[in-house]
């Protein structure tokens, strides 16, 4: 119904695969990046469209919501960093801490 309930649905499905198993697999193209992306230009290249994909239908759902054209833009660029930001974090400091914290933040950003 509202982008801050579709953000927090995001978040609590990769906190609930996190604490799950100890792994988020599948949503993270930063990992694809990390690992292949170095060797591999096409699979850079995929990854760096598929985050264009994501800002642009943060940037679209937030446009609808109210936000200038260049708003919406920016903050769907931020938004991605965080989530994938708060991906990697949670990865690396074996906590779903990084997540909760990114999703309360960014709830009252996006309220």
């Excluded at 990390?34 to 679209?60: D, H, P, W």
């Excluded at 200038?68 to 906590?95: H, N, P, Q, R, Y």
């Excluded at 779903?96 to 933040?105: F, G, K, T, V, Y």
């Amino acid at each position: 119904e509202t982008f801050q309930s579709a953000l927090s649905v995001i978040f609590d499905r990769l906190i609930q695969m996190f604490e799950e198993t100890g792994q988020i697999e599948g949503y993270s193209f930063t990992s694809i990046v990390s690992a292949i992306g170095a060797v591999s230009e096409k699979v850079r290249e995929v990854c760096a469209n598929l985050y264009v994909l994501m800002e642009q239908e943060f940037a679209t759902q937030l446009h609808k919501r109210g936000f200038s054209l260049d708003e919406a833009k920016m903050k769907a660029a931020f938004l991605t960093a965080a989530i994938e930001g708060s991906i990697m974090l949670t990865v690396i400091k074996k906590t779903a801490d990084p997540l909760r914290n990114s999703s309360e933040q960014l709830g009252l950003l996006f309220n």
